[in-house]
């Protein structure tokens, strides 16, 4: 049994205190060995014993007030309900439909069934738990395969000017760009200052870690080259990082293939609701239970009516999860830029032509209005949600486009800037000096202004923090004003190698390697992940067109049928199933959902959320004007 007591030092509150003296003791039964070494490749915060007491408060609290709700079902229920659900189960389950069942109050029924729920409920709520930890340990190796290539990379040129083990992994786990990889380097780090050992900390990771197939080795080999020397580790990191590269190479070709799988489902999951819809209108012709209505908290709606909405959310769920689905299986180094939004209203309001995130806050107010004046002049609910969204989602992704060219520009320019300053180097020139001269001799375009400031700090003698060397504080600032993805990956590891000592010939030479693999690989990504916009906006385009003719030849010949059945006597078709103005309606909202989940994908494969905005607003745009062109909105 577990001996540790824990305390307000140890940063949990008195509920946590209360299930820790309740619950703690699992923690060490045997059933739970293989999930503390889940626990230990997830990387929580948060103890194992302190994480299982949770487990088990909630699955009892979960349990319990699944039983109340049973119990009270039961006897409180109409007896239409409950005796018709028992008498289901007596007829359905195996043996009790053989057997004869005296009559039981409800209320020990009840017990029975709250007993059962109990049980139930606590097991699934248990073993939601382990896959929960399964899938974090799963996420987080994913994590740092996708980091530990580049990190490599980075300590080979952080090799090439020293043989101080800790000095370097320090280094890479200030980077954030390296991401899980960085965190991991930095959990060794502090568990050798506790050991006082590195080999011990670097193998106690090693044992932990979800990446037993490579972070693991690699730690382990990096202790046995390191012992023998910096021409030996720093020839490892260079054989490492290629067979990274390599492998990530091959794990990004997977990647591609599942997308296109994504790609094709996608496609079919959008069109089947409107051909349901279509099903549904013409079998409502033939099937009067259909056109019938149901209660809800809205008002009777029909059931016909009731399938349609739940088509729209289909749709919506679809495009939602292939969105998701993009994210997920675009490589990590690779992914769309991410935004933050300055703190203060100023600040925001100033940054909101060049900021997403800024303008995602700045114009919900305008679009608000937007809507309200829709409202006021009439317009139906569903448009002055959709024209709403549209009024917000194409500024805001307007935004985005314009930020994401001018990152592309710079970008571009990095590339000429790197390759200039590389030249100068290898002819002997000081690093700052090499800037200088780039800076009056090249044109750079957008990126001229941030290496004029870069030359002008370069040249500075003392730095604003007088503990930092001047480069290091000049090439951060430079990499914060560039503020792209490529810089913080290219240009920040320069601040590290030649903090430790590596030599600015052979860092300036891997910096131009890395900088040209980078910006091909993204060029290449974007180009593949094209295809995708355009099956986004074929699809929803395509989907239009098939509502826009059913609503001009289904619809009318189906109503006429309905009235000639109506006028007739030895018809028996149902005439009130087909009234074009409300199946037009109907269909106008499927296809304004099928649209927005088509923008969402073709977005989202673009260039990330904010261009999602942009591609759903601008389809919602000219579906409306197309429906409301044709008198069918």
């Known amino acids: 049994m577990s001996t540790r007591r824990y305390t307000d030092a140890d940063g949990i509150g008195c509920v946590d205190r209360g299930l820790y003296a309740l619950f703690s003791r699992h923690a060490d039964r045997a059933a739970h060995d293989r999930d503390r070494k889940r626990y230990r490749a997830a990387g929580l915060n948060v103890g194992f014993d ?304 060049t900021n997403p995130a800024s303008a995602a806050v700045v114009l919900l107010a305008p679009a608000a209005v937007a809507a309200a004046a829709l409202w006021a002049l009439g317009y139906s609910l569903a448009n002055v949600a959709l024209l709403g969204y549209a009024v917000y989602g194409i500024p805001v992704g307007l935004v985005a486009v314009r930020r994401a060219r001018q990152d592309d520009a710079k970008d571009r320019e990095i590339r000429d800037f790197i390759h200039a300053v590389s030249g100068h180097v290898s002819l002997g020139r000081p690093f700052p000096d090499a800037v200088t001269r780039v800076s009056r001799e090249v044109d750079l375009g957008p990126l001229q202004p941030d290496v004029e400031a870069l030359a002008f700090n370069l040249g500075l003698t003392t730095s604003a923090d007088e503990t930092a060397d001047v480069r290091a504080a000049a090439l951060d600032r430079f990499v914060e004003r560039v503020g792209t993805p490529l810089a913080s990956q290219t240009v920040g590891l320069v601040v590290g190698a030649l903090e430790a000592g590596s030599d600015t010939e052979r860092v300036f030479e891997t910096l131009e390697t890395e900088i040209g693999r980078l910006y091909h690989e993204r060029k290449a990504l974007r180009s593949r992940l094209m295809v995708y916009v355009a099956v986004g906006w074929t699809t929803a385009l395509l989907i239009v067109g098939i509502v826009v003719a059913v609503n001009a030849t289904v619809l009318d010949g189906f109503s006429q049928l309905s009235d000639v059945s109506g006028s007739t006597g030895g018809m028996t078709l149902n005439p009130n199933a087909v009234d074009p103005a409300r199946d037009r309606e109907l269909f106008y909202l499927v296809a304004q959902g099928t649209v927005i989940a088509c923008g969402w994908f073709a977005g989202t494969a673009s260039r990330g959320r904010y261009e999602a905005l942009l591609h759903s607003g601008l389809l919602v745009l000219v579906t409306y004007v197309v429906f409301t062109g044709l008198g069918m909105g």
Request: contains cysteine.
């Open 50 to 353: 302190v994480f299982v007491a949770r487990l088990y408060g909630i699955a009892w609290g979960v349990a319990l007030a699944g039983a109340l709700v049973v119990f009270l079902a039961v006897v409180f229920l109409p007896s239409a309900v409950t005796g018709g659900l028992l008498s289901f189960l007596a007829e359905g389950l195996p043996v009790v439909n053989r057997t004869t069942i005296p009559s039981v109050p409800r209320p020990y029924i009840g017990i029975v069934l709250a007993c059962l729920a109990v049980a139930v409920l606590r097991w699934l709520v248990l073993r939601g738990g382990r896959v929960y930890l399964g899938r974090l340990a799963v996420a987080r190796r994913r994590r740092i395969e996708r980091t530990l290539p580049g990190a490599v990379r980075y300590l080979r040129v952080l090799a090439s000017g020293s043989n101080d083990q800790r000095g370097m992994l320090d280094r890479v786990a200030e980077q954030d760009a390296y991401g899980e990889t960085a965190r991991s380097f930095r959990t060794a780090l502090n568990k050798a200052a506790l050991t006082g050992s590195l080999d011990e900390g670097l193998s106690m990771v090693a044992r932990d870690t979800p990446s037993r197939d490579l972070l693991s080795p690699f730690l382990l080999k990096f202790q046995e080259h390191a012992a023998q020397g910096r021409d030996s580790l720093e020839g490892y990191l260079r054989m490492e990082g290629r067979l990274l590269s390599h492998r990530q190479e091959r794990v990004h070709e997977r990647a591609t293939g599942y997308l296109e799988l994504v790609a094709e489902l996608f496609v079919v999951l959008l069109v089947f609701p409107a051909l349901t819809v279509l099903i549904l209108t013409v079998a409502s012709v033939l099937s009067p239970e259909l056109t019938e209505t149901v209660s809800t908290p809205l008002g009777p709606i029909m059931v016909r009516t009731l399938l349609t909405y739940a088509s729209v959310l289909f749709v919506l769920a679809v495009g939602a999860g292939a969105a998701w689905a993009v994210v997920a299986l675009r490589p990590t180094d690779r992914a769309s830029p991410s935004y933050d939004r300055p703190a203060g209203l100023r600040a925001t309001l100033q940054t909101t032509p």
